[in-house]
């Protein structure tokens, strides 16, 4: 089992999807997430780590929406919590708009979303 903040490090980045969307996070700090179709949800940001944790990482970014209409200036902080997980390869037809290979699968949630 891959604990997600050593893989960031290691590997550069890693992706984990709820199956409608990715989200990366990568070893730089940035943050990026957004449908694996052609419309949906992205958010654009930054994450860092909260302090004392192992697996809680504190996103703040500019949410939009492809192929949508969505507010200039929309910044929102989010918590998510990943879980380890398995690294797997993602099927060539499933890529969608996300640039990467393989996926991280584990469970994640969402503990906290508000405006910034």
Same mark, same amino acid.
């Given at each position: 089992?891959?604990? !997600?903040?050593?893989? #960031?490090?290691?590997?550069?980045?890693?992706t &984990?999807?709820?199956?409608? +969307?990715?989200? *990366?996070? $990568?070893?730089?700090? *940035?943050?990026?997430?957004? !449908?694996?179709? #052609?419309?949906?949800? /992205? #958010?654009?940001?930054?994450?860092?780590?909260?302090?004392? +944790? @192992? $697996? @809680?990482?504190l =996103?703040?970014?500019?949410w939009?929406? /492809? $192929?949508?209409?969505?507010?200039?200036?929309d910044?929102?902080?989010? &918590?998510? &919590? =990943?879980?380890p997980?398995?690294?797997n390869? &993602? !099927?060539?037809? @499933?890529?969608?708009f996300? +640039?990467?290979?393989? #996926?991280l699968?584990?469970?994640?949630?969402?503990?906290?979303l508000?405006?910034?």
């Amino acid at each position: 089992m891959a604990e !997600p903040a050593l893989a #960031i490090q290691e590997r550069g980045s890693i992706t &984990v999807s709820d199956g409608s +969307s990715f989200y *990366t996070f $990568n070893k730089d700090g *940035t943050f990026l997430s957004g !449908p694996w179709g #052609i419309s949906g949800r /992205m #958010i654009e940001g930054r994450w860092r780590q909260e302090p004392g +944790s @192992r $697996n @809680r990482f504190l =996103v703040e970014g500019r949410w939009s929406w /492809m $192929n949508g209409t969505s507010l200039p200036h929309d910044f929102r902080k989010m &918590v998510v &919590v =990943v879980y380890p997980g398995t690294f797997n390869k &993602v !099927p060539k037809d @499933r890529l969608g708009f996300a +640039s990467v290979d393989e #996926i991280l699968d584990c469970y994640f949630i969402i503990d906290g979303l508000s405006p910034k």
